[in-house]
């Protein structure tokens, strides 16, 4: 069973505006962390923004945001005043093991975004 | 910055070759990675290693081996290359210890084609 979901394989928005990404996932561990990550075309893979489990607020880092409800084990990925540069893929990731002391994430399917001029 | 570097961009190898991906990180990480990325499945974990000469299966090993002889290089074999290998490569290193907010540190990737 597929244990992290993102369901928008493609979205658009507006330059300037908002936008959500979805993700859900599944995990058994008490404690964990969601990662989000960028991929321009370039290819590069792009750290963008961490929540834990246990943080009491939502993880801003500049104009990205996390809304985590983890009751619901959604960690949606929130931009703000989008703009074109923010076009690329977006994976959210989780650590579904481990092993030494290598935290082993699993990555979504993800999401292309495309900013419109 | 941590740098993680994979020695090739793109690669182009015949089928039942033996090929060699490597990637060098400078930052003295324990933890290193191997994932392919394909259209529609998102990255998925080959193998990966905690310390030298230790080695774990991830998600898809099949077709593959890995050598960590020096913490800092990480290799991925394929001994008899296969058209469904065509793929995008993606090599990572993470901070040491149990540390689950440790991010993963890519390389820029290597686009292997097998024809």
């Known amino acids: 069973a597929q244990k992290i979901t993102q369901t928008q394989p493609g979205m658009f928005v507006q330059e300037k505006e908002a936008v959500t990404l979805d993700c859900t996932y599944d995990t058994s561990d008490p404690s964990y962390g969601l990662f989000w990550y960028k991929q321009p075309s370039s290819g590069e893979m792009i750290f963008l923004i961490y929540q834990g489990s246990y943080d009491q607020q939502n993880a801003t880092e500049g104009r990205y945001s996390l809304n985590f409800q983890k009751a619901r084990k959604s960690a949606n990925l929130v931009i703000s005043a989008s703009q074109l540069g923010d076009s690329a893929m977006y994976f959210c990731a989780i650590p579904l093991g481990s092993s030494g002391s290598a935290r082993q994430l699993t990555f979504g399917s993800g999401t292309q975004l495309t900013v419109l001029p | 910055d941590v740098k993680v570097t994979q020695s090739s961009r793109y690669l182009v190898k015949r089928t039942g070759e033996k090929v060699f991906l490597e990637c060098v990180q400078d930052m003295d990480h324990e933890n290193m990675f191997w994932y392919r990325q394909d259209p529609g499945l998102g990255l998925r974990l080959i193998y990966f290693?905690?310390?030298?000469?230790?080695?774990e299966k991830g998600d898809i090993p099949e077709g593959y081996s890995v050598s960590r002889e020096k913490k800092e290089r990480f290799s991925l074999i394929l001994e008899s290359a296969s058209t469904n290998q065509t793929s995008m490569y993606l090599c990572?290193?993470?901070?040491?210890?149990?540390?689950?907010?440790?991010?993963?540190?890519f390389g820029n990737g290597t686009r292997l084609t097998v024809t």
């Open positions: 990572a290193s993470s901070l040491p210890g149990r540390t689950y907010n440790s991010p993963l540190h």
């Open positions: 290693s905690y310390d030298v000469k230790m080695k």
